[in-house]
């Protein structure tokens, strides 16, 4: 153990530490094309990603012509279901993704995720990537049950609890990220690289990376 200044790392998923975007986009324009509405370059999807999948959704049809004549919950479903059966196809940690967290491990920090994905829905893409044994608790939109995700602070007590207790900090890319640590009064950093739902520098973290490189020295800079 060293004398790192935390002792829990929690991290988002889609945009933080995994790029989901083209795994996710082809989820999504499987579900607008079931609808009629056209579909969504992949490399535009990841500015719908954000806030889970109902969130997402919503955005994407409403950029298309609103939610008139839309079972949006049944779509939602297709949506899902499709992710679930093809979720890792194109899906990988960041650059230095790997690099950072053993050096995160290596200096006795418990890792643990909080994810407005649906906690069978990460747990299922963790397991895929074999990533599954690095983290103290994997947390999910759904697991606290409904109006606890983020931006509320539940996910992120949560998260502290199970990792054991101590001092903690968050890393994510959006609003729903910084707003969730801002609740639970933790540090928070962000990511340039991410799906950003406004510019990274204004999402009002603590300190903003652009490569997971960066991160151990701006945690140790927060302390």
Do not use: W
Not at 69 to 84: C, H, I, K, M, P
Not at 121 to 135: H, K, Q, S
């Amino acid at each position: 153990m060293t004398d790192f200044p935390f002792q829990i790392v929690g991290f988002d998923l889609d945009g933080t530490l995994l790029d989901t975007a083209h795994d996710i986009g082809h989820a999504l324009n499987h579900a607008l094309a079931h609808a009629g509405r056209p579909l969504v370059p992949l490399e535009e999807a990841r500015r719908f990603i954000g806030g889970g999948s109902a969130q997402m959704l919503h955005n994407a049809l409403m950029a298309s012509g609103g939610l008139d004549g839309v079972d949006f919950a049944s779509l939602q479903e297709r949506l899902l279901a499709f992710y679930a059966d093809n979720i890792a196809r194109h899906t990988a940690l960041f650059p230095g993704g790997e690099a950072m967290m053993d050096a995160l491990a290596s200096r006795g920090v418990h890792l643990a995720i909080a994810t407005n994905k649906r906690e069978d829905l990460a747990r299922r893409l963790f397991d895929e990537l074999g990533l599954t044994p690095r983290f103290a608790t994997i947390i999910g939109g759904n697991t606290l049950g409904p109006g606890r995700a983020k931006p509320a602070p539940d996910m992120l007590h949560e998260m502290t609890a199970r990792g054991g207790g101590g001092a903690a900090a968050f890393v994510g890319d959006t609003t729903f990220d910084v707003g969730a640590a801002r609740a639970a009064q933790m540090p928070v950093v962000a990511v340039s690289f991410g799906f950003n739902d406004l510019p990274a520098h204004e999402l009002g973290a603590d300190a903003v990376i652009d490569h997971f490189d960066e991160l151990v020295p701006a945690l140790e800079m927060l302390a």
